[in-house]
């Protein structure tokens, strides 16, 4: 049974950082592609970013890029999401969320929610002063 767990959510300044970490277990990640969203109160969940398969791709919103990087530890099953410049607007619940029925796999950050069937709890970011 594939397992997603992230962490490292926080309250944070703007223009601060935070470093998501999204743990896969039963699966090994390097095959799948491995998406971020995030949702804020009164708000559809939106794409943030997402690894293709290999890591062979990444891809941003635009709202992101720049300011946010993805990443793996394949020796760890890891997902990172590095959040820089943080903006009170980045303030959501955000989920990883791995594409298990792909292989191998081409991702772009619109991708909709449907493309991924295995989710995880998410983590609370906060960007306040």
């Known amino acids: 049974q594939l397992q997603l767990v992230e962490s490292g959510g926080g309250l944070v300044q703007p223009g601060g950082s935070l470093k998501l970490s999204c743990s896969v277990s039963g699966a090994t990640l390097d095959y799948y592609a491995i998406g971020w969203f995030r949702q804020a109160p009164g708000k559809e969940r939106e794409g943030v970013s997402c690894?293709?398969?290999?890591?062979?791709?990444?891809d941003y919103a635009n709202s992101v890029k720049g300011r946010f990087t993805i990443s793996r530890d394949i020796a760890k099953n890891t997902v990172y999401l590095q959040m820089n410049s943080l903006k009170p607007e980045d303030t959501a619940v955000y989920y990883c969320a791995a594409d298990l029925r792909t292989y191998p796999a081409v991702c772009t950050a619109l991708d909709g929610e449907g493309r991924y069937n295995y989710w995880g709890q998410g983590t609370q970011v906060a960007v306040s002063s």
């Open positions: 690894i293709s398969s290999y890591g062979r791709r990444t």
